[in-house]
């Protein structure tokens, strides 16, 4: 049997079933968080493991320098999304067996929480085959604390997602810039914690909350915290005891395509980036589809309702005539 590849992060390799774990990046701003992400994206891409990007900070459709994925949503978008697209994209994923990003940046967080929460639970329903679901800023969709009711509602269809994703082919990398304030339901149960440089005591000790938990003793958790506060650019601690059974410092490689995620240069000078063109009437099509069957709906719903009040109207108005006539 043909040996399916393995994802080329820098000084490590992932296995194939990586698809179907659950994977945190944690790290504190700026440290790399999205520039990995986003090189095991190209590993994705470029290996053909299906996979789905839910981009609330519009840092990841560089990708498509080289990879043909189609953007929904943000400034780069092939096809623009409203917020009850969510079910309609996630069945877009499972029918046409197709890699997407979806770049929520241009909506504001309890948006973002309410579109997340349906295609989330929709995903959930419907997929059935392999497929890797990246989440920047997973703490905004599945907060420990607050969140009002959008945030509580994306929380359960994520952390759904997270426990119960593996017997539907869902695996899950959730990347956030505080371990504190992701909720504690996701942070333990990844199969593999990725942590970059880290400095703020209240993240660091949820990372050694999960290193104490799996019972490595406080010589080892020192000198495992030590080297993450020293971490540079491009070095991670990989902590998977169970699933690849390590705990070992590995370098990042340098990404291939476009890291969008940048801070923008001083002199102000953008970028020119050339993206991949794609055919996406296929993907406008899907989408206006549906939004032409709901329009349709929506207007024989509309329909309907007119037609009750005219009825009633009529007989108001036949009862008053009645009435008056009479008298
Ligand atoms: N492996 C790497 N090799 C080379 N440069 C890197 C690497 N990782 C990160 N960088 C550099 O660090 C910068 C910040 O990385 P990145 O945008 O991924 O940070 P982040 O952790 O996502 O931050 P934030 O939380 O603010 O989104 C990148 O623009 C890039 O220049
Ligand atoms: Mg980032």
Redesign the pocket.
């Known amino acids: 049997m043909k040996q399916l590849p393995e994802l080329h992060l820098?000084t490590i390799n992932l296995p194939p079933d990586t698809i179907t774990k659950c994977i945190n990046i944690l790290?504190?701003?700026?440290?790399?968080?999205?520039?990995?992400?986003?090189?095991l994206e190209e590993e994705l891409a470029k290996n053909d493991y299906p996979f789905v990007i839910i981009d609330p900070?519009g840092?990841h459709w560089g990708l498509r320098e080289l990879y043909p994925i189609p953007i929904f949503g943000g400034d780069h978008g092939d096809v623009d999304i409203e917020v009850q697209d969510g079910p309609r994209l996630a069945n877009l994923i499972v029918d046409l067996k197709k890699s997407i990003l979806i770049d929520v940046s241009h909506w504001d967080q309890d948006t973002q929480r309410e579109f997340v929460t349906e295609f989330v639970n929709e995903l959930y329903q419907k997929n059935r085959k392999p497929l890797h679901v990246i989440i920047?800023e997973t703490d905004v969709f599945a907060p420990q604390t607050g969140g009002g009711k959008e945030g509580k509602a994306s929380f359960k269809a994520i952390d759904n997602l997270v426990r119960r994703g593996r017997g539907r082919g869902i695996g899950v990398t959730s990347?956030t810039?505080r371990a504190s304030i992701l909720h504690k339901n996701i942070l333990s149960q990844a199969d593999l914690n990725i942590i970059?440089n880290m400095q703020a005591n209240r993240d660091l000790e949820s990372v050694k909350e999960l290193l104490d938990d799996d019972g490595i003793d406080s010589k080892g958790r020192k000198e495992i915290m030590n080297k993450i506060k020293r971490f540079g650019?491009?070095q991670a601690m990989f902590y998977s005891p169970q699933w690849l059974k390590l705990t070992e410092p590995h370098?990042?490689?340098?990404?291939e395509t476009h890291?969008a995620?940048?801070?923008p240069p001083l002199d102000g000078k953008v970028p020119k980036v050339k993206l991949k063109r794609l055919k996406k009437d296929k993907y406008i099509d899907y989408l206006n589809r549906d939004i032409k069957n709901a329009d349709l709906e929506k207007e024989k719903q509309n329909f309907k309702t007119e037609t009750v009040f005219v009825i009633l109207g009529l007989f108001g108005a036949a009862l008053l005539i009645g009435t008056f006539g009479f008298l």
């Open positions: 820098g790290a504190k701003r700026g440290a790399g968080k999205s520039y990995l992400a986003g090189v900070m840092a920047e990347i810039q970059l650019k491009g370098h990042i490689r340098r990404r890291h995620g940048s801070e």
